[in-house]
């Protein structure tokens, strides 16, 4: 196909106006979307624009470009959308399916919208970027694709996955030189939705909304979302897999991250023996995402798994360090980025235990928050397998000792980041059972995980001493209750003596800026979600500007009761697969 070079007035002109470009795809649909050539190039939108560009309230010259992807890999030469085995392709082209009822925007993300996609929040309110998230239309420049992906899913191997139910609509790379892919989750069908209608639910889509933007102020690598659209189209789902079928809301969230791709986007194409392809894309993603990696040295694969490796066990040290289980840790929901995508039946865990687990679909618990690095462990085997092929003898065995150390490399970051939550500095070798003690503690009383670290780090040294713990101070008057309690608080005290230069106002300092104050519990999403069914977004827009500063107490959060036990009805609280 011929290169193109559209002046992007003429994309501004067919963007605003909704004008179909039959003059340049006889397949653009009576609807308006643009479809812009494969092969279209276009440089991003901000150069050259100035100063008066930037901030804009509209969308006139932004635009996005799916070049990047489309010129770098075949693809899907079906371009009817239905069901089927796909093969020797990464992408399918295919559409979003806009919502037939009305659309209402239910939140955005400030912090994306003007620091990642360069717009200013004013256009949030027009009817442009309406259509935009709701997958209405499809910006000039975009050539909207479903990614083909395999997984192994509880264990085994599920064969082709891909985006059932997502659609890539674009690579924005703004102001900072940032490459961002960004997806509309919730847009209809694609080539990959095996059975499923292509919507997600507005129950689902709360959650994942806010608990990507969450996470991102924790400090915890995650996709990001930048909006929330609700529509009044029925969507049917078995929530428990039970047999109770209910109606419910389809909504869409816009939602970004540096790529897409994860284990099983090289899972599918080893199984199926695409090692050309397998290959074509490991270079593409070692060149884009893995600049310290050489794209013509010979032990680039053996370079990019170890890094993988060590990523995903940081990864993993971080989500225990907030109490986070993500719930279904297939191979497919794990992104070569080392970053947290795919938000289903996610839970922060509440008292502690190690055998939390947050989706009911999990029968076994193969997914519980303490097995998690283990099954962090079983997809990166399941990488190496996919890798193999590609790998001569030597890296073969290297790379299995890389895999051989990933327990050493978590629990050296695990040690690292609860030093840091009880405001440990320098390395003790008895640090290891100083932790260990308090974490058996809080098992053995069911105590909250992110209060009781939270209430050490507001607690001071001298009310530890004479165990005074203030009445605020639930938490730890939980934790108190234990017999051995005061023989680890002897061990902590005389452990903080170590702390050389340090003073008790320093190390609470210290300790409130990691140990959050405020996660997304479920209970609280659980309360956001059946107002929002009401059309009542309040809590939504509260937790958002609550989760943006975690570790600052906040007169609206205490007011709501975000920082006090769970209520009662939070404990028969259930969370599925389906969304």
């Given at each position: 196909?011929?290169?193109?070079?559209?002046?992007?007035?003429?994309?501004?002109?067919?963007?605003?106006?909704?004008?179909?470009?039959?003059?340049?795809?006889?397949?653009?649909?009576?609807?308006?979307?643009?479809?812009?050539?494969?092969?279209?190039?276009?440089?991003?939108?901000w150069q050259g624009c100035g100063e008066t560009w930037w901030g804009a309230a509209g969308l006139g010259l932004w635009g996005l470009s799916s070049a990047s992807l489309v010129d770098s890999f075949p693809i899907d030469p079906i371009q009817e959308n239905y069901v089927r085995n796909v093969r020797n392709c990464i992408f399918s082209v295919v559409y979003p399916t806009p919502f037939k009822s009305k659309v209402l925007l239910v939140a955005v993300s400030e912090d994306v919208i003007e620091n990642i996609l360069d717009l200013h929040i004013s256009v949030q309110g027009t009817s442009d970027f309406l259509q935009f998230v709701s997958g209405g239309k499809v910006i000039f420049g975009s050539v909207p694709l479903a990614h083909r992906y395999g997984g192994h899913q509880?264990?085994?191997?599920?064969?082709?996955?891909?985006d059932g139910r997502a659609h890539l609509i674009g690579v924005y790379t703004n102001r900072h030189g940032e490459r961002w892919e960004l997806q509309l989750k919730g847009s209809g069908k694609t080539p990959y939705s095996r059975n499923g209608d292509g919507r997600a639910v507005l129950r689902s889509?709360?959650?994942?909304?806010?608990?990507?933007?969450?996470?991102?102020?924790?400090?915890?690598?995650?996709?990001?979302?930048?909006?929330?659209?609700?529509?009044?189209?029925?969507?049917w789902r078995d929530q428990f897999y039970n047999g109770n079928i209910k109606k419910e809301r389809g909504a869409i969230v816009l939602r970004l991250a540096k790529s897409w791709f994860r284990i099983g986007s090289l899972e599918i194409l080893a199984h199926s023996g695409e090692l050309d392809l397998q290959r074509r894309l490991l270079d593409?993603?070692?060149?884009?995402?893995?600049?310290?990696?050489?794209?013509?040295?010979?032990?680039?694969?053996?370079?990019?798994?170890?890094?993988?490796?060590?990523?995903?066990?940081?990864?993993?040290?971080?989500?225990?360090?907030?109490?986070?289980?993500?719930?279904?840790?297939?191979?497919?929901?794990?992104?070569?980025?080392?970053?947290?995508?795919?938000?289903?039946?996610?839970?922060?865990?509440?008292?502690?235990?190690?055998?939390?687990?947050?989706?009911?679909?999990?029968?076994?618990?193969?997914?519980?928050?303490?097995?998690?690095?283990?099954?962090?462990?079983?997809?990166?085997?399941?990488?190496?397998?996919?890798?193999?092929?590609l790998l001569d003898p030597r890296q073969k065995q290297l790379a299995s000792q890389v895999l051989e150390g990933f327990g050493q490399r978590y629990y050296t970051r695990f040690t690292e980041l609860f030093r840091a939550k009880l405001g440990l500095l320098g390395d003790d070798e008895d640090d290891n059972y100083l932790i260990a003690f308090l974490l058996k503690l809080m098992e053995d009383r069911r105590a909250?995980?992110?209060?009781?670290?939270?209430?050490?780090?507001?607690?001071?040294?001298?009310?530890?001493?004479?165990?005074?713990?203030?009445?605020?101070?639930?938490?730890?008057?939980?934790?108190?209750?234990?017999?051995?309690?005061?023989?680890?608080?002897?061990?902590?005290?005389?452990?903080?003596?170590h702390n050389k230069g340090d003073t008790d106002i320093k190390r609470r300092k210290r300790m409130t800026a990691v140990n959050p104050r405020y996660v997304l519990r479920n209970w609280?999403?659980?309360?956001?979600?059946?107002?929002?069914?009401?059309?009542?977004?309040?809590?939504?827009?509260?937790?958002?500007?609550?989760?943006q500063h975690?570790?600052?107490?906040?007169?609206?959060?205490?007011?709501?009761g975000y920082s006090l036990r769970p209520p009662a009805w939070a404990k028969d609280l259930k969370v599925s697969c389906s969304s």
């Amino acid at each position: 196909m011929p290169r193109l070079r559209v002046p992007w007035a003429v994309a501004c002109f067919v963007w605003a106006c909704g004008v179909g470009c039959g003059d340049l795809d006889p397949l653009c649909p009576s609807w308006g979307l643009c479809r812009a050539p494969l092969a279209l190039n276009a440089s991003p939108p901000w150069q050259g624009c100035g100063e008066t560009w930037w901030g804009a309230a509209g969308l006139g010259l932004w635009g996005l470009s799916s070049a990047s992807l489309v010129d770098s890999f075949p693809i899907d030469p079906i371009q009817e959308n239905y069901v089927r085995n796909v093969r020797n392709c990464i992408f399918s082209v295919v559409y979003p399916t806009p919502f037939k009822s009305k659309v209402l925007l239910v939140a955005v993300s400030e912090d994306v919208i003007e620091n990642i996609l360069d717009l200013h929040i004013s256009v949030q309110g027009t009817s442009d970027f309406l259509q935009f998230v709701s997958g209405g239309k499809v910006i000039f420049g975009s050539v909207p694709l479903a990614h083909r992906y395999g997984g192994h899913q509880f264990g085994s191997w599920a064969g082709q996955l891909g985006d059932g139910r997502a659609h890539l609509i674009g690579v924005y790379t703004n102001r900072h030189g940032e490459r961002w892919e960004l997806q509309l989750k919730g847009s209809g069908k694609t080539p990959y939705s095996r059975n499923g209608d292509g919507r997600a639910v507005l129950r689902s889509s709360v959650r994942e909304f806010l608990c990507s933007e969450a996470m991102h102020y924790l400090g915890i690598p995650t996709s990001r979302a930048a909006s929330l659209v609700v529509s009044d189209d029925e969507v049917w789902r078995d929530q428990f897999y039970n047999g109770n079928i209910k109606k419910e809301r389809g909504a869409i969230v816009l939602r970004l991250a540096k790529s897409w791709f994860r284990i099983g986007s090289l899972e599918i194409l080893a199984h199926s023996g695409e090692l050309d392809l397998q290959r074509r894309l490991l270079d593409f993603i070692i060149q884009e995402h893995f600049p310290l990696i050489a794209v013509n040295d010979s032990d680039r694969y053996l370079d990019f798994f170890s890094t993988v490796v060590s990523e995903t066990a940081n990864l993993i040290a971080l989500w225990m360090s907030v109490g986070f289980a993500h719930g279904v840790c297939n191979t497919d929901n794990f992104s070569l980025l080392s970053i947290t995508i795919d938000y289903g039946p996610f839970g922060f865990m509440d008292s502690y235990d190690p055998n939390f687990v947050p989706n009911t679909s999990d029968d076994e618990g193969r997914y519980k928050i303490g097995n998690q690095a283990n099954v962090g462990l079983f997809n990166l085997n399941k990488l190496l397998q996919a890798l193999k092929p590609l790998l001569d003898p030597r890296q073969k065995q290297l790379a299995s000792q890389v895999l051989e150390g990933f327990g050493q490399r978590y629990y050296t970051r695990f040690t690292e980041l609860f030093r840091a939550k009880l405001g440990l500095l320098g390395d003790d070798e008895d640090d290891n059972y100083l932790i260990a003690f308090l974490l058996k503690l809080m098992e053995d009383r069911r105590a909250d995980f992110t209060m009781t670290f939270r209430e050490l780090s507001e607690i001071t040294e001298d009310q530890l001493k004479e165990l005074h713990i203030p009445e605020e101070f639930w938490a730890l008057q939980d934790l108190g209750k234990h017999k051995l309690f005061l023989e680890w608080v002897s061990m902590y005290l005389l452990r903080l003596e170590h702390n050389k230069g340090d003073t008790d106002i320093k190390r609470r300092k210290r300790m409130t800026a990691v140990n959050p104050r405020y996660v997304l519990r479920n209970w609280m999403a659980e309360s956001a979600v059946q107002k929002a069914n009401l059309n009542d977004f309040s809590e939504v827009h509260l937790l958002q500007q609550i989760l943006q500063h975690p570790f600052q107490r906040q007169e609206a959060a205490e007011k709501a009761g975000y920082s006090l036990r769970p209520p009662a009805w939070a404990k028969d609280l259930k969370v599925s697969c389906s969304s």
